[in-house]
């Protein structure tokens, strides 16, 4: 099955699984945005961070505190935390986190939309890396502006296979 | 054979004081397949099989949203996620998932706020 295929299937999924009468309303904190295909679609990092934040280059900012481990064992399963300094109020909050595994053949790995709600920028999850890598966490305030962190990772066993 | 895949859990608190910030922890099994392999040459293409994947998780608390996440192929297996919620009101803390192939699952937990 050649790409082509591969993304036939895939979008075919995907629109079915759009259908409104089959999906229960979805209350997003950010109604007007869809899932970022062409984002996830991206095969370089470059090409990752134009298709979400609209630049490759952010300043890093000590207010992103990411922690992943120096070297990780397996790596189907790093463990990621990102906090983001933040009032967290309606008029100063994190909007977006986006989440990016520099040399994975997908580098964008996750988004999220918090909200004042949220109370703190703040989420822990697992990654899949296909080897040693950074792991780059970029924020995006509810103003637009932008600050990152990037750790490396250490992989021993490709998560990739 | 049955895919182990739903059976969502959720742990959080019970109870929270008004304005405390609460973490939830929560967890879904689903195979997170990329739908990647290596070929000849060792590069990851796409191909023989699609992917399988959760999309995103939506989060609201009395049906307002509190926070939503897109995933992409490199979230783990059984995906485990954690995050926080400012507590200002009893009620219920919803979860859903979605994944690309039209699979729905979700899960609630109740708060009360003192």
Known sequence: MKRRDFLRVTLAVGAAASLPVLRPHRASANKAAAWPAEGFDAETLTDAMKKTIGKSDVPLSPKVKLNVPKTAENGAVVPVTVEVDSPMTAADYIETLYLYVDKNPRP???????????????????????????????????KGQLMAAAREVRITISGCG | MAQNIGNPLISMPASAKKGEVVEVHCLIMHPMTTGLHRNEQGKLVAGNTPAHFV???????????????????????????????????????????????????SVKSKLTVV
């Open chain 2, 55 to 105: 999309k995103t998780v939506d989060v609201t608390f009395n049906d307002k949203p509190v926070m939503t996440a897109d995933w992409g192929i490199a979230v783990s297996t059984n995906p485990f996620l954690a995050f926080t919620m400012r507590a200002e009101q009893s009620g219920t803390l919803k979860i859903v998932w979605e994944d690309n192939k039209g699979g729905i699952w």
């Open chain 1, 108 to 142: 964008l790995a996750s988004e999220f939309h918090f909200t004042p709600a949220s109370g703190k920028a703040y989420v822990q999850q697992r990654l899949k890396m296909g080897g040693t890598s950074n792991v780059r966490a970029v924020a995006k305030t509810n």
